[in-house]
Structure formats: C-alpha cells, structure tokens
C-alpha cells in the first residue's frame, strides 16, 4: 500500500515535510491551520524546514508513514529539545497516522502547545544549563527508530505537571531566537491504558531518520531571508499645481498672449527702480554691456529671465513677441538707474 502526502489540490502551498525518499511525512497545524514549511533542505538521515511560530497560539503535530516500510518502528516527538511523547507503530496494520496535541500532564489532562515569545535573563544562574534543551531550542522534531514490537502491557507511567518555560541568557547565541514552546491551561483527555513492549533496533539516540521543523517569528524570517516580506501599499497621490516643475523661460519675453488683460480694467502703474553697475571697460552708456542688461530688465517686467553675458547682444527668437517696456535711465554716482513704469 502506497500513500503519499502531497499539496493539497489546486494549492502552491507546501504544507507538509518529507523525507528525501517519502517515506515518512508531517505537517504542523497552527490555531487550526495547517502551516507552511519554507526552505526544506535534505541532509544525511534528516529533512529541515522553517515554519511561522505565532506567539499566543495553540499547535498540534501530525506524522505518518507513506508507505510500508516492512518493519515495526517508534515515532518520538521532541520539542525544544524536551522528549514529549511516543507512539509505537505495527508493521502492515496501515495504523500509523499519530497526532500529539501537548503534554499529558495526568491521566486525565494535557496541557497544549502554545508557541510564546522568549524568555531572556541577564542572571545566569536563572538561565537554563540543559545543554539538549538550548541545542533544541525553536525545533519541533520527530525521529524515526526501527523496533520489534513484542507486546503490550498496562500503562503504569506517572505524569508530572512540570511545564515552566525555559529561561535563556541573554549572551546566549540562542537569544537571537524569537519564540519558544509554552503550554497552556490543562484540558480534558483520557491517557492510553496501555503501552507498547519493543526493542529498538537503532540505537536510541541514533534514529534512523528525523523530521524536523524550526519554527521562528514572522518577523525574523523575513530578516534571516527564509520568507519574502509583503510589499507595501502605497496609495495614489493626487497631484497639486505644486507638484508641477519650475518652467525656467529662456526668452526674452513671454509670447504676446501672456500679455492680454480683461477688457475695460486698467492696471495700476508701478514703478521699478533698478541700480546697474556698468563695467569699468564700457566707455558708452549704450554699449553692449548695457543694452544687454537693459534687455534683462525688460524680460524681467514680463515675467521672464533672461540668460546673457558681458559683451554679448540679446538674441531674439523668432515668433515670439517682446513687449515694449517704459524705462528711464539716468546716471547716480558713476552707477546706471532704471525706472521702469509698468502701465
């Protein structure tokens, strides 16, 4: 008999963790839904992968076998790197899907999952020493061990409410971590009366593979690259008459259309007054220098800059229309003055 654990249909989400060879297949459901693994990558007896820890939520763990491997075997589930459970698997009886929810704390109680933000302390004699517990920090991990099984006897296995939450030290490599597993208020559950007899035939500690699912805050897998970051939204600007870019006129005059007035309404005459300092070469008041300046003033009653240089004559461009500007120019201690009506 064959079964294989794919993606559901007509979804590009991956939401269950394999082995290289599909033998074996988990998947890790969150407040209900089954989360989605990132970054599976396959090493020697062991299959990794990411999934999103949400802080405050309940989780529960599902595995199976996808196919008979012909021999007895023991599914164990460790988290943060704390054994919780076990399940004994018999060969050819296709009973092999196993579900745990927490941690059965009496015969007549569990406690579930919870994923929680870190704990962190800067006293280290408050921060926990267990070497298998900092090492399996963050990671929800199933190991899979060939067994013989021999029988069954009464379940005699006392329980131990004993679910504190680790502590880290802050200087801990491990501290960098987002999320650890906390457990929650007990809930009703009815423990087996009976347990499996086996004898491993992997050495316990030695699995002949692992699953293992680490498990992190939104937050940090998209620092650490493992998800991509949703995009931000940006709404349309509606643009302003401020919005528009300066317009630099490099004519001597706006065209004569700038220049019409309503009908019937006479401007009030202004006057200009405007200091020129001639340069110590220009021997004539009507020298280049000059007319080119004068010819800046002129653009500049009309609302318009012109661009010109020492020396050099004021170029008309052909089809626009200068416009006639009222100037008086006189001599004040040895500087040109311009006034400038505007009718």
Known sequence: MLRTATTPPG??????????LNRWSASVRVDGKVAEVFKVEHTVNKTT?????????????????????????VYWLTVDGVRIDGASIRRFLHQDL??????????????????????????????TKNEDVLKGLGAIRLDFYRTVYTGQVANTASYAD???????????????????????APKTTTASQYTARTEHIDPFGSPRYSLVFQYRGRDLLEAEGIIEGALPVV?????????????EIESIAKASTST??????????????????????????????????????????????VKTEPGKRVKFEPGVKAEKVNVKVSRENGKVVLDILDD
């Open 11 to 20: 979804s590009t989400m991956a939401t269950q963790l394999n082995d290289i």
């Open 49 to 73: 992968c990411y999934i999103e820890a949400i802080e405050g939520k309940e989780f529960e763990v599902t595995v199976h076998s996808t196919q008979d491997p012909g021999y007895d075997q």
């Open 98 to 127: 196993w579900t745990c929810k927490g941690k059965q704390v009496s015969q007549s109680a569990l406690r579930p999952f919870v994923f929680a933000p870190i704990a962190l302390t800067d006293d280290v004699n408050a921060a």
């Open 162 to 184: 004993d679910v504190s939450n680790h502590v880290v030290d802050e200087k801990c490599k491990k501290a960098k971590m987002s999320h650890t597993t906390s457990f929650g």
């Open 235 to 247: 709404a349309p600007r509606q643009r302003s008459a401020s919005d528009s870019p300066p317009v």
């Open 260 to 305: 019409s007035t309503s009908s019937g309404r006479q401007s009030k005459k202004r006057k200009k007054q405007i200091e020129l300092t001639l340069a110590e070469s220009s021997d004539e008041d009507d020298g280049s220098d000059l007319r080119a300046k004068v010819a800046k003033v002129e653009a500049a009653s009309g609302e318009a800059r």
